[in-house]
């Protein structure tokens, strides 16, 4: 399989007279073993609050993610579809309005971020457009994900 | 901000001289306006099955995902923690167990997915590990993000 493998952070890398940069995409470290510390949120929207509202809200936190200490990337989509036609039982949770997910290099960084004025007048914003929460944070199956 | 622009898809780049290849990791069309269709799942495993045994599953599914037609990445992920102490109020689904998401690269791709014996294999194996499934398709909140 196609693979940068480098001893530095891959996003690090550029070549001027090639004009590439490597993207900091999976924000899976590559030192191995190390793994981002990744937080996956589930999304409700107030009861009474337009699509149209929640989607500029949802824009609105993109936007003001950009420069929080400690976050390392931050994304947020909208729920198309919800189908309920799985070859498993389904697991009826309700109507979901969108999933974020924030990538954090380490322990430290995160906690900077959770110290971070920014980050708590970005949660404030959070709350004039979150009606539910449920947050996740996740870890890799196996090792080889840190690879 | 770092970006690799280029015409063609950025995971098809390489140059042997620097032996960089860049890795399809966002899995964003870089066609401006076109986006990957993703699905995300959360996965609840069988009562009475261990943590030991959904991990080794979880870890064979993802092996299993190699090669399948049309199915750009697989990804899946254990939930570690589960916080319930959020600054919004708490959307209390119960307990779930994994975080799967699907990439593809357009429509034609699901389908061939769908089409697929593998696939239908694949989710075979599904049926021994998930007790429950939550499908989720996901769009991005705006276009900027097929940018």
């Known amino acids: 399989m196609l693979a940068l493998r480098r001893e530095r952070a891959p996003w690090l890398l550029s070549n001027d007279s090639l004009g590439l940069v490597a993207l900091p995409d999976t924000y899976q470290s590559f030192e191995k073993g190390k793994e981002m510390i990744r937080m996956l949120y ?46 498993v039982p389904f697991f009826d949770i309700g ?6 997910e924030c990538w954090f290099e380490n322990e430290e960084a995160y906690q900077r971020y959770l110290d971070s004025d920014i980050r708590k007048t970005w949660f404030e914003h959070g709350k004039t457009f979150i009606g539910k929460l449920k ?11 840190g690879e």
Chains 1, 2 share one sequence.
């Open 42 to 87: 589930l999304l409700v929207k107030p009861e009474g609050m337009s699509d149209e509202q929640f989607k500029r809200e949802c824009v609105r936190h993109d936007e003001m993610s950009h420069g929080i200490p400690g976050l390392l990337k931050y994304e947020v989509r909208l729920v198309a579809e919800q189908p309920t036609d799985t070859h």
């Open 135 to 145: 947050p996740f944070r996740t870890e890799a199956v196996s090792s080889r994900h």
């Open 95 to 100: 109507h979901v309005d969108a999933i974020g």
